[in-house]
């Protein structure tokens, strides 16, 4: 069974940080498209950053820049999303995606092309 599987969420004050986990099963994540999107109440999902199957390409957007850092243990099969300088603006559900497809990640994360998503991560960033 295919399954992305998310952990690492929860309240942090601004100025804090958090790391998201991705855990793949059922497949290999070394032969996908990785991406996290996020989606906040009452606003669209979007792309905060995607890196692309060959590795050639990463996409942050640009509320996150210099901030978030994605990155893949192939050997744990998981992607991680470190979050630091957190502001309460990224207040939302995490999920972490993946594709099949050779595409940038720019593609990846700004059209959400995405074959398999996980069930989701709550970050609320509040004092």
């Known amino acids: 069974q295919v399954q992305l599987v998310e952990s690492g969420g929860g309240l942090v004050q601004p100025g804090g940080s958090l790391r998201l986990s991705c855990a793949a099963s059922g497949f290999t994540l070394d032969s996908y498209s990785i991406g996290w999107f996020r989606q906040a109440p009452g606003r669209e999902r979007e792309g905060v950053s995607c890196i692309s199957k060959s590795y050639s390409t990463i996409y942050y957007a640009d509320s996150v820049k210099g901030r978030f850092a994605i990155s893949r243990d192939n050997a744990k099969n998981t992607v991680y999303l470190q979050m630091n300088s957190l502001k309460p603006g990224d207040t939302a559900v995490y999920y972490c995606?993946?594709?099949?497809?050779?595409?940038?990640?720019?593609?990846?994360?700004?059209?959400?092309?995405?074959?398999?998503w996980g069930q989701g991560a709550q970050v609320t960033v509040s004092s």
């Open positions: 995606a993946t594709v099949g497809l050779n595409l940038t990640a720019q593609t990846m994360c700004l059209l959400g092309v995405v074959d398999t």
